[in-house]
């Protein structure tokens, strides 16, 4: 049996303020509420009268809550009588009511329109980017997904979804990339969960798969083998790449994102942008040198993160940079029109770099060195959430010495 009533809101409401009345959906002992645009003071509700007293607009504010239940229990009744309501829970009942009560205000109930408003509140400028991606491939794989509830995305859905995605359409090959996509689809659900929205959930049955990544990581005599080769242009990308790698693996949008005012007395202080998490470096002359020859004149760390809309544009520089480093070779081959002559075909030196290598290299290197896995996680800011990471504060000086043990090795051959 479904029983409603009035229920004001005063969680998170400050003393004095008036907080929002909402209807309050009570079906298998669980609870759902629908605000229905009507705040009053605390002093003013009557919960037992189910009325607003004290109020100068009380008598029309009254009328509106009885003109209110009354469509209400008119709605559950005729939901009731058609059998549309068996099996569902107190937030699907009140997605329903909602839905018969006020046509618009079911659109909080509709898969994309959680979703855009989700992605909208990522503090993250690429986490937005790559949920609204996610957004597209939706669009791209369902001609009906405008119109889609919660309710309608079952296990079947996100299977074909899955399938899809991995079809040339899709353009996601890889079982990693598409896991990004149908995470973000399963962050939306449990968001929508949390805030009431929804009570269905097909992740319970359906299961993310994500598959081992090829290792980033390169060896000593590739990095000491970039740093010294013969470049002209790139010679900035190489030294952020470096610059990178001296810093443990720093990501480069935190590195361009950092201002000068964060170097303190030879340290480097800044949150990671993906994670949030705070990041205490010690700068080496190695890195010292890079920043001094690159110093930004616009109150950033480095001249590389000013005038620049968003930093990922250097990145992708950057890539593109470090992949044009190589030579340029004569070889026999049949051209485009069967032709056998000779060509000149280019040669990359460094086809496996991106800006993740520098992070996973470090990493690699400091372990090649014996040096301690926690020492190594803190280093690269993982774990540090346990409760006795709470009470202890690690000692920056192991991951200073470690991080002045890979230089030596890379930079100088001694360990």
């Keep these: 049996m479904i029983k409603v009533h ?103 109930n509709l898969f994309l329109a959680r979703f855009r408003s989700y992605a909208s509140l990522c503090k993250s400028q690429r986490t937005r980017e790559i949920y609204q991606v996610t957004i597209k491939k939706v669009l791209a794989f369902d001609s009906h997904a405008e119109s889609l509830s919660f309710e309608m995305v079952s296990k079947d859905w996100l299977s074909r979804f899955e399938a899809w995605l991995g079809s040339e359409d899709g353009g996601c090959p890889s079982v990693n990339a598409r896991s990004i996509h149908l995470r973000n689809v399963r962050a939306v659900f449990n968001d929508a969960i949390d805030n009431g929205v929804t009570a269905w959930y097909p992740f319970r049955t359906f299961k993310v ?51 000068a005012d964060q170097l303190v007395d030879g340290r480097l202080s800044y949150r990671r942008s993906k994670t949030g998490r705070l990041y205490d470096i010690k700068v080496e002359p190695e890195a010292a040198a890079l920043i001094e020859k690159y110093h930004g004149h616009l109150g950033r760390l480095v001249s590389w993160g000013e005038n620049r809309k968003h930093y990922t544009t250097f990145t992708y520089q950057m890539c593109r940079g470090l992949k044009s480093i190589g030579s340029t070779v004569k070889e026999w081959r049949t051209d485009e029109l069967g032709v056998y002559r000779e060509v000149e075909v280019f040669r990359p030196a460094f086809p496996m770099l991106s800006s993740y290598v520098a992070r996973h290299s470090w990493a690699t290197i400091a372990a090649s060195l014996d040096v301690p896995k926690d020492v190594i996680a803190h280093a690269l800011g993982h774990g540090g959430s346990s409760v006795t990471d709470i009470y202890i504060d690690f000692d920056l000086r192991k991951v200073d010495e470690a991080n002045r043990r890979v230089l030596d090795w890379v930079f100088y051959g001694k360990k």
Aim: proline letters at 3%.
């Design 209 to 259: 798969k994500t598959e081992a990544t090829k290792k980033r990581a390169v060896a000593v005599e590739v990095l000491r083998s970039l740093f010294s080769y013969p470049v002209t242009w790139q010679e900035q990308y190489v030294d952020a790449f470096k610059l990178s790698f001296c810093l443990i693996g720093i990501n480069l949008v935190d590195l361009l994102a950092l201002n």
């Design 6 to 108: 009035y229920y004001l809101d005063v969680r998170g409401v400050a003393d004095g303020s008036p907080a929002p009345l909402k209807l309050d959906f009570a079906h298998k002992y669980k609870h759902a509420q629908l605000a229905v645009g009507v705040r009053v003071l605390p002093s003013q509700w009557d919960a037992k009268a189910q009325k607003v007293r004290g109020s100068m607009s009380d008598e029309s504010t009254n009328l509106f809550l009885l003109q209110t239940m009354a469509r209400v229990s008119e709605i559950i009744l005729k939901l009731t009588n058609a059998g549309d309501l068996v099996g569902l829970s107190a937030v699907e009942v009140k997605n329903r009511v909602a839905s018969e009560l006020r046509p618009d205000a079911g659109a909080d």
